[in-house]
């Protein structure tokens, strides 16, 4: 038999009292609550599995049931194995951060200024330029990848942060990230800021550069603010470039250096430094998300597709 | 030249806009150089190379198309082509329409505190790398140790080779991706659901329509652009998945969930054979270029905008 939706529940709870139709709505509110919550707890099990398990004493860390509270016998058995270990985990995260911080800096002073050029000054070819750079939103960058890698080599750069710091520098692209991104954002922010405020600086026969540091960089704070997390969450996280780029122990950063020493699983005790790699690897990120999070979820939800 | 052009030229030049034109042009300079050389250069060089049989030792040689009628009968590529594009089909849809889902169940009145809480724990997996969520995924999904077995171990189901067996190992990337990037969708969506009016909502409950007529006939019409635009994004994504396979299957068992890129990859940095990975790399970019030509033709046709 063929049930049409759209047409039972309106006839249904027509003929029911208003009562019983208040009890439907709270029951079905209730219903959605619970599956969301349970969705909820999908998502935050894996975190908090990993962070119990790397508290454990090592010998049983993945014993069955999983326990999903760290309990009396918490222990820094795992982190402890894992500093005294021959892996540089130190050496990784001072990498990470050093690359990132790096790459975030460059690319959004480039980005910024090449976006404030493209909303607010005129010059030759301004519309065709900025065409150009939409055109390396389409390109992958695996698909540069052979002769990005055969152009930092011939630069002598393999080896060194500076193969991935250096697209991040001049704008061209941050990992995971095209160039013209963080030029859009910024060119659709600075034009929506009224004229007024810069014909007064003309006005006072402000050079350009002081104009966009002195009125238009301040008032971009947030946006700047946005751009900088996300771009710094990425290089963070990325793997792809490091895994062709940085190859010596030395040069590792976190994502490379934990797959190096991530052994086929077993019960063995090397498999939990692992998981307290992984959390040290995450906690950034986590942390930066607790303070910031209403914060970075408003501006994406605001900065949405229409922008 | 013509008259204008001259004109044109003088103009930018003219005393009175030389400073702007100067500052315009130093300004973009960096962008504009870094493009040419990462991103421009690069691109070009994919395309020569592409021609070319290159092993990174000796000298490259000109081979012509060869590369390219050598994939025509490679194997491995279509079968790395097909799982690439068995992945990109369920893990797009399960974003788009997991995500919408959630957006717009997470849209209706309640609290405020509660309302971030269930975003938040829904988005902040997107926030992670793809590799340290995929290392602790590989723990989960093991057969006899993992915690995911566990349970339905509780529940009567057999113990499942997650990883391990042909039929399940590309499901389990799918599954991972699923639930990394279904809150990044969650969000575009809500982004999206906050731009429709509220009069149409009104409407629809004075029509006493039900909810999920609602949301065939008001919600997803009007959040079409939203759809379409995280359909485009997320395919020209899932075309590129790498890390997840590598942590959890490693493409195996055989070639069973070995993709596009981990091809490229080993095609190149492997086995050195950088003019047939130059040549995939094309593939790649054509079928990038081909998404997003669709999401043109298509956003002009059935999205509707407001």
Redesign the interface.
Same mark, same amino acid.
């Given at each position: 038999m063929h049930i049409s939706w759209d047409m039972t529940p309106v006839r249904l709870s027509a003929r029911l009292s208003p009562e019983t139709r208040a009890m439907i709505s709270r029951l079905r509110t209730a219903l959605i609550y619970a599956v969301l919550g349970l969705g909820a707890l999908v998502m935050v099990a894996p975190f908090l599995w990993m962070f119990t398990t790397s508290f454990r004493p090592v010998a049983e860390a993945f014993t069955l049931p999983p326990r999903w509270l760290p309990g009396l016998n918490s222990s820094l058995e795992s982190y402890r194995r894992l500093l005294a270990s021959d892996v540089p985990i130190g050496r990784f995260f001072w990498n990470s951060t050093v690359l990132a911080t790096t790459v975030t800096l460059g690319y959004v002073a480039t980005t910024t200024i090449a976006g404030y050029a493209f909303a607010r000054l005129r010059f030759p070819f301004k519309n065709a330029l900025f065409a150009l750079l939409l055109v390396s939103l389409m390109v992958p960058i695996q698909t540069t990848l052979v002769p990005l890698f055969l152009l930092m080599r011939w630069l002598g750069l393999v080896d060194s942060q500076w193969s991935i710091i250096l697209p991040g520098l001049t704008g061209a692209f941050a990992p995971g990230m095209s160039g013209v991104f963080g030029i859009f954002l910024m060119r659709q922010f600075f034009l929506t800021l009224p004229k007024e405020l810069f014909e007064a600086a003309r006005v006072d026969n402000a050079g350009h550069f002081r104009t966009f540091w002195s009125i238009a960089v301040p008032l971009a704070g947030p946006h700047i603010a946005a751009l900088s997390v996300i771009i710094f969450t990425m290089t963070w996280n990325d793997y792809f470039m490091p895994l062709i780029f940085l190859n010596s122990v030395d040069q590792m950063v976190l994502p490379v250096g934990i797959m190096s020493i991530r052994d086929p699983v077993g019960n063995s005790s090397a498999t939990s430094e692992v998981i307290a790699a992984v959390s040290l690897s995450i906690l950034p990120v986590l942390l930066v998300f607790v303070v910031a999070q209403r914060w970075i979820i408003d501006s994406f939800v605001r900065a949405g597709v229409k922008g | 030249m013509t008259k204008t052009a001259n004109n +044109?030229?003088a103009g930018?030049f003219s005393p009175q806009?030389r400073?702007? =034109?100067v500052?315009? *042009?130093l300004?973009?300079a960096?962008? @504009?150089?870094?493009?040419a050389?990462?991103?421009?250069?690069? /691109?070009v060089?994919?395309v020569v190379?592409s021609l070319m049989k290159y092993d990174l030792f000796s000298s490259p040689s000109f081979v012509g198309l060869a590369n390219f009628e050598a994939m025509l009968d490679d194997r491995r590529l279509w079968k790395v082509l097909g799982n690439t594009a068995f992945f990109a089909v369920f893990a797009v849809a399960g974003n788009v329409g997991l995500g919408v889902v959630?957006a717009v169940? @997470?849209n !209706?009145n /309640?609290s405020k505190t509660v309302q #971030?809480? #269930? !975003? +938040?724990?829904?988005?902040?997996?997107s *926030?992670?790398? *793809?590799?340290?969520?995929a290392?602790?995924?590989?723990?989960?999904f093991?057969r006899d140790?993992g915690?995911i077995n #566990?349970y339905l171990g509780l529940v009567g189901i057999e113990p499942v080779r997650w990883l391990s067996s042909a039929r399940n190992a590309l499901w389990s990337v799918i599954i991972l991706d699923i639930?990394k990037n279904v809150?990044f969708a969650m969000?575009?969506a =809500?982004?999206?659901l906050?731009?429709i009016s509220k009069d149409y909502y009104d409407a629809a409950r004075v029509d006493?329509?039900?909810s @999920? !007529?609602t949301f065939?006939?008001i919600t997803v019409p009007l959040l079409s652009?939203?759809i379409l635009?995280l359909l485009t994004m997320n395919t020209?994504g899932a075309?590129?998945v790498?890390?997840s396979i590598?942590?959890l299957t490693n493409g195996g068992p055989g070639d069973a969930s070995r993709s596009l890129?981990m091809y490229?990859?080993e095609q190149?940095?492997k086995s050195f054979d /950088?003019g047939y990975?130059?040549a995939i790399? *094309?593939l @790649?970019?054509t079928i =990038?270029?081909i998404v =997003?030509a669709i999401q043109f033709a298509l956003s002009k046709r059935w999205a509707f905008y407001e």
């Amino acid at each position: 038999m063929h049930i049409s939706w759209d047409m039972t529940p309106v006839r249904l709870s027509a003929r029911l009292s208003p009562e019983t139709r208040a009890m439907i709505s709270r029951l079905r509110t209730a219903l959605i609550y619970a599956v969301l919550g349970l969705g909820a707890l999908v998502m935050v099990a894996p975190f908090l599995w990993m962070f119990t398990t790397s508290f454990r004493p090592v010998a049983e860390a993945f014993t069955l049931p999983p326990r999903w509270l760290p309990g009396l016998n918490s222990s820094l058995e795992s982190y402890r194995r894992l500093l005294a270990s021959d892996v540089p985990i130190g050496r990784f995260f001072w990498n990470s951060t050093v690359l990132a911080t790096t790459v975030t800096l460059g690319y959004v002073a480039t980005t910024t200024i090449a976006g404030y050029a493209f909303a607010r000054l005129r010059f030759p070819f301004k519309n065709a330029l900025f065409a150009l750079l939409l055109v390396s939103l389409m390109v992958p960058i695996q698909t540069t990848l052979v002769p990005l890698f055969l152009l930092m080599r011939w630069l002598g750069l393999v080896d060194s942060q500076w193969s991935i710091i250096l697209p991040g520098l001049t704008g061209a692209f941050a990992p995971g990230m095209s160039g013209v991104f963080g030029i859009f954002l910024m060119r659709q922010f600075f034009l929506t800021l009224p004229k007024e405020l810069f014909e007064a600086a003309r006005v006072d026969n402000a050079g350009h550069f002081r104009t966009f540091w002195s009125i238009a960089v301040p008032l971009a704070g947030p946006h700047i603010a946005a751009l900088s997390v996300i771009i710094f969450t990425m290089t963070w996280n990325d793997y792809f470039m490091p895994l062709i780029f940085l190859n010596s122990v030395d040069q590792m950063v976190l994502p490379v250096g934990i797959m190096s020493i991530r052994d086929p699983v077993g019960n063995s005790s090397a498999t939990s430094e692992v998981i307290a790699a992984v959390s040290l690897s995450i906690l950034p990120v986590l942390l930066v998300f607790v303070v910031a999070q209403r914060w970075i979820i408003d501006s994406f939800v605001r900065a949405g597709v229409k922008g | 030249m013509t008259k204008t052009a001259n004109n +044109a030229a003088a103009g930018w030049f003219s005393p009175q806009n030389r400073k702007e =034109t100067v500052a315009g *042009l130093l300004f973009i300079a960096p962008a @504009l150089i870094g493009f040419a050389v990462f991103v421009a250069g690069p /691109m070009v060089a994919t395309v020569v190379f592409s021609l070319m049989k290159y092993d990174l030792f000796s000298s490259p040689s000109f081979v012509g198309l060869a590369n390219f009628e050598a994939m025509l009968d490679d194997r491995r590529l279509w079968k790395v082509l097909g799982n690439t594009a068995f992945f990109a089909v369920f893990a797009v849809a399960g974003n788009v329409g997991l995500g919408v889902v959630l957006a717009v169940l @997470l849209n !209706r009145n /309640m609290s405020k505190t509660v309302q #971030y809480a #269930y !975003r +938040a724990a829904f988005f902040f997996p997107s *926030l992670v790398g *793809l590799i340290f969520v995929a290392v602790i995924w590989q723990f989960l999904f093991q057969r006899d140790i993992g915690v995911i077995n #566990y349970y339905l171990g509780l529940v009567g189901i057999e113990p499942v080779r997650w990883l391990s067996s042909a039929r399940n190992a590309l499901w389990s990337v799918i599954i991972l991706d699923i639930w990394k990037n279904v809150g990044f969708a969650m969000l575009i969506a =809500t982004a999206g659901l906050q731009s429709i009016s509220k009069d149409y909502y009104d409407a629809a409950r004075v029509d006493g329509s039900s909810s @999920l !007529r609602t949301f065939w006939q008001i919600t997803v019409p009007l959040l079409s652009p939203t759809i379409l635009f995280l359909l485009t994004m997320n395919t020209i994504g899932a075309f590129k998945v790498f890390e997840s396979i590598i942590v959890l299957t490693n493409g195996g068992p055989g070639d069973a969930s070995r993709s596009l890129v981990m091809y490229i990859y080993e095609q190149g940095f492997k086995s050195f054979d /950088m003019g047939y990975a130059s040549a995939i790399s *094309l593939l @790649l970019l054509t079928i =990038t270029v081909i998404v =997003t030509a669709i999401q043109f033709a298509l956003s002009k046709r059935w999205a509707f905008y407001e």
